[in-house]
């Protein structure tokens, strides 16, 4: 088939290369304009037009779809579409512009976590198993009929970020599939069942941990939320971001304090400690916690404060 690939981010470039790598032909690939990164601001290229260009596949940058963009695309006279958190709505008429529509590999199990952050929300509500889902675009958010889905176990102590990684290279194998049976005339989708829930992008807010939550949930949103848009709490007024932190056995120096245990460092949650690996003070780089607390002079400081 002649495919349409829309995407940004890092975990869609596996899917784009499995694609690029099979009998189909990816005709162009949308993705968001350049943004600006790093402390000097450097225009810089999303991660699936990176990809694109080293293959030499036409990238269409466009941050949503407007009358040009979609007259763009609509001229490829694709096949299919194919959309892999590209980060823009498709609508009528360039929803029913290909032959088969658009097809959307989402990273969860459907219905569960609906929207744009499953992975971060999955984590944060303490999930111990999510996945993948292939479905069919529609114009209610993320509502269609499903292709495929497989499950994956969530790790303990696995981030965000690892667990993305992990569902990208999974998804593009079942992707894979889901387009292969499109162009063979076996696929068949399956309405959604289940209990809706939905997950909305974070904000900078969300990741502010709750000390007075119990440990089990400080350390699920400390997951969910790393490495973006990250954890944090607060010291005299001054953000304290924390980067990577275990439960602990040891004595809690109580709920929203931290201490030190001889060379381990403790934040006390509403039920037990959680123990800070790696943090990063307002101002500084980040640094081991125990190398930032060598330079307190308290026998305990409040968090959250």
Known sequence: ??????????????????????????????????????RKRVLTPSPVASAAEEAGIESIRVNR???EA????????????VIVAYGGLVREPLLST????????????????????????ALI??????????????????????????????????????????????????????????AAGTATPIPQTGAVT?????????GRIRWEDPRSAVLSRIRGVTPEPGAFTTIEGARFKV?????????????GLIA????????GASDGAVELLRVQPAGKAPMAAADWWRGQRTPSVAVGT
Do not use: C, Y
């Open 65 to 67: 779809f407007d009358d």
């Open 1 to 38: 088939m002649r495919l349409v690939f829309a995407g940004t981010p890092e975990p869609a470039v596996p899917s784009l290369r499995r694609l690029l790598a099979s009998e189909h032909d990816v005709a162009a690939v949308v993705t968001r304009r350049d943004a600006p990164l790093g």
């Open 70 to 81: 979609t007259a763009r695309v609509t001229a490829l006279d694709a096949d299919l579409g």
């Open 243 to 255: 980067l990577a932190a275990v439960a602990s056995d040891r004595p809690s120096p109580g709920t």
């Open 260 to 267: 030190a245990d001889g060379a381990t460092v403790l934040a």
């Open 125 to 182: 509500a303490g999930d111990t198993e999510t996945g993948v889902s292939v479905f069919q675009l529609v114009a209610e958010l993320d509502a269609g009929d499903v292709f495929a889905r497989r499950a994956v176990a969530v790790r303990p102590g696995a981030t965000a970020g690892d667990l993305l990684d992990e569902l990208a290279l999974v998804g593009a194998d079942v992707l894979s599939d889901v387009v292969d049976a499109i």
């Open 98 to 121: 290909p032959r088969h529509g658009w097809i959307n590999l989402h990273f969860s199990l459907l219905p569960r976590w609906r929207g744009a952050a499953p992975v971060q929300h």
């Open 198 to 206: 939905l997950a909305p992008k974070l904000t900078a807010e969300d």
